[in-house]
């Protein structure tokens, strides 16, 4: 009774890693959009927290360069922090919450 217990939660624990790595693979095509200063700074996060796009309005660059640099890190940390929860949620729909508590990067 026992190894079969084992045998079937060696099972279920491979398949949620298959839904896991399926959840991963679909995060890198995630396309995640943010912006700052109304839109004068706009960028692109994929569910993987890269930075794929990055669109400064050519006024912006009549600006300070500190608040150019406060508008980048703005819209930056606005794309990260979306894609972040978007992440969290689909991994939770896999893991049923299991994840939760832990804190693994990039989730």
Do not use: Y
Not at 66 to 87: F, H, P, R
Request: charged residues 30%; glycine residues 10%; without cysteine.
């Amino acid at each position: 009774m026992l190894k079969g217990n084992m045998t079937k939660m060696l099972k279920q624990a491979q398949e949620m890693q298959k839904r896991i790595e399926g959840i991963q693979a679909e995060l890198t095509d995630t396309i995640i959009d943010a912006d700052s200063g109304g839109g004068m700074v706009r960028i692109k996060v994929n569910g993987n927290l890269e930075l794929i796009e990055l669109f400064i309005k050519p006024e912006v660059l009549d600006e300070d360069k500190e608040i150019i640099e406060d508008l980048i890190i703005s819209a930056v940390n606005k794309g990260i922090s979306k894609a972040q929860s978007e992440s969290k949620e689909k991994m939770n729909s896999v893991t049923g919450g299991m994840l939760s508590g832990l804190n693994i990067p990039g989730m």
